[in-house]
């Protein structure tokens, strides 16, 4: 079923519920109001009877004599027959002494007994009048009466006055009543129908926005967004659903910009084989056909050997990235010396720096206690010191480290080529070369060595920053972390 005539179905169902209870409740209290108000009547006509129309005397011997004023009675009487009352006087339980004729009511003893303790009593409806005519009983009017006592002075029971009217005659006021109140529930209803499809087509309403939108991003647009009143909780739903679009279009824009970078990877790693390839080629060819004359042919060949060490190189930094990148490879680390390690590192660049008439200064306290893998802290040092080397003449390089809070900082500083905003930004990237002219020098460039630095830094918990300025030189500092809780 279709969830409007489901909200419809529920909201008409609460209306007319509560309409009901609300419309029997105020039709029970009517009527007891009625039957109060008649009543209260009635006894009104009991008590102006019972001073007009009746004496209690107490004769010379002391007996009481009892006597009514039939004329005032029947006057009485007649002035109220448009209201239908009637009365009757008895005096005791069965004799009845007004009138002398027509319908009257029997007292029960209980009533009686009750009339004797100086109570009124209430009747709702009376079936039992009795006529003479015993036939006529079952054509007799439902009558509601009251009965008042009349007490002489001893506190006797000397007469009980019983005023009567029609119960049809307040029928008639009920059957008005529920009419009208008939009349009121149809119109509620209605009412309540239109409300709740107003209600439950606003709801409906809101939810088809979501499901057009839902279907919107189920289609690639993750631009639509939902209106948010932060009203109730489809207000919150809408607020969930355009931080899942907003997360889905970052998401969707990481996975065009990883498989642009993917692209531009796969293409970059086949750029960078193509040219060994084909000078290994060339070679081979020129010898195959003996095109090569015999005194270049051990340069040719040296040269196919550098070439495939340059593409065995490749291949297995490329191994390496990816082992570090998926956290294959397992740390070892040790706290040890670095200032021992940056010595190394200088001495065996020292012959390249030469060539390219730079010097490499070290700089620092004797002994600098680090936490890292030894093999993998070399690797970066190097990396990093080569670089400055490479991209450098006739220039210093200088390599300095210190002490930073609960970590070791090392420096490698050059002024060398430098780097400028655009060029700093890729320099982790993989295959990146700042200048692609510079490719294929005698350190081999690939454009892997940053990627693996930054790669090795995060896996040690630490940090490499660069500052760079074009022709001015390059700063890089690391941090390595101290062991936890050292
Ligand atoms: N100290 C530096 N001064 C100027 N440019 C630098 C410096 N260090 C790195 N670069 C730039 O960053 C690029 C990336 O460096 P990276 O070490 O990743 O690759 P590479 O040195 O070209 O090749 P590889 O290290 O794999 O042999 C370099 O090509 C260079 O353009
Ligand atoms: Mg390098």
Redesign the pocket.
């Known amino acids: 079923m279709k969830l409007i005539y489901q909200q419809m179905i529920a909201f008409f169902v609460v209306i007319t519920a509560l309409l009901a209870i609300l419309g029997f409740s105020f039709f029970h209290v009517t009527k007891t109001l009625i039957y109060e108000n008649t009543w209260n009547q009635l006894e009104g006509y009991a008590y102006s009877l019972k001073t007009q129309s009746m004496t209690i005397e107490r004769g010379a011997n002391g007996k009481q004599t009892f006597t009514l004023d039939i004329g005032k009675l029947q006057t009485s009487e007649l002035l109220l027959r448009n209201q239908q009352v009637h009365f009757t006087i008895y005096t005791t339980r069965n004799k009845v002494m007004y009138p002398d004729q027509g319908y009257q009511s029997t007292i029960s003893t209980s009533d009686w007994k009750k009339l004797e303790s100086g109570q009124i009593i209430r009747r709702k409806s009376d079936l039992g009048w009795r006529g003479p005519d015993k036939a006529k009983v079952q054509n007799q009017q439902r009558m509601t009466d009251i009965l008042a006592p009349c007490f002489d002075q001893s506190g006797q029971l000397v007469a009980v006055i019983s005023v009567g009217a029609k119960v049809s005659s307040l029928q008639e006021s009920f059957t008005k009543i529920q009419r009208n109140l008939f009349y009121v529930l149809l119109f509620s209803a209605l009412l309540g129908v239109a409300i709740s499809y107003l209600l439950a087509h606003y709801i409906t309403k809101r939810i088809s926005k979501l499901r057009n939108a839902t279907r919107a991003v189920a289609n690639g647009d993750f631009d639509v967004t939902l209106v948010d009143h932060k009203r109730d909780e489809l207000d919150d739903l809408a607020n969930d659903f355009n931080q899942m679009t907003s997360s889905l279009k970052q998401s969707n824009e990481e996975i065009s910009r990883q498989e642009q970078k993917r692209r531009q990877f796969m293409a970059d790693a086949a750029h960078e084989m193509r040219t060994p390839l084909t000078t290994i080629n060339g070679l081979l060819e020129g010898l195959a056909y003996d095109a090569i004359p015999e005194e270049s042919k051990e340069k040719s060949i040296e040269l196919m050997r550098n070439e495939t060490r340059r593409l065995i190189r490749l291949v297995n930094?490329n191994l390496d990235y990816e082992k570090i990148r998926s956290g294959q490879i397992e740390l070892r680390r040790t706290t040890f010396d670095a200032m021992n390690v940056i010595h190394n590192v200088a001495a065996q660049l020292k012959k390249k720096a030469q060539s390219a008439g730079d010097t490499i200064e070290v700089a620092g306290p004797t002994k600098l206690p680090v936490f890292a893998d030894y093999d993998r802290f070399v690797q970066i040092m190097f990396?990093i010191t080569?670089?400055?080397v490479?991209?450098?003449t006739n220039g210093v390089i200088r390599i300095s480290a210190e002490r930073g809070y609960k970590s070791s900082i090392l420096r490698i500083a050059?002024n060398?080529?430098?780097?400028d905003d655009e060029?700093l930004k890729n320099?982790w990237e993989r295959y990146?070369?700042?200048?692609a002219s510079?490719r294929n020098t005698k350190?081999?460039?690939?454009?892997?060595?940053?990627?693996i630095v930054q790669q090795l830094m995060e896996q040690h918990g630490g940090k490499v920053e660069v500052i760079?300025k074009p022709n001015k030189g390059?700063t890089?500092t690391l941090i390595f972390p101290d062991e936890k809780g050292k």
Do not use: C, H, P, V
Request: zero cysteines; hydrophobic letters at 30%; aromatic letters at 12%.
């Open positions: 930094e990396n080569q670089n400055a490479q991209f450098t050059d060398g080529i430098g780097m060029q320099i990146y070369k700042a200048d510079r350190y081999g460039e690939s454009g892997l060595g940053l990627a760079s390059s890089f």
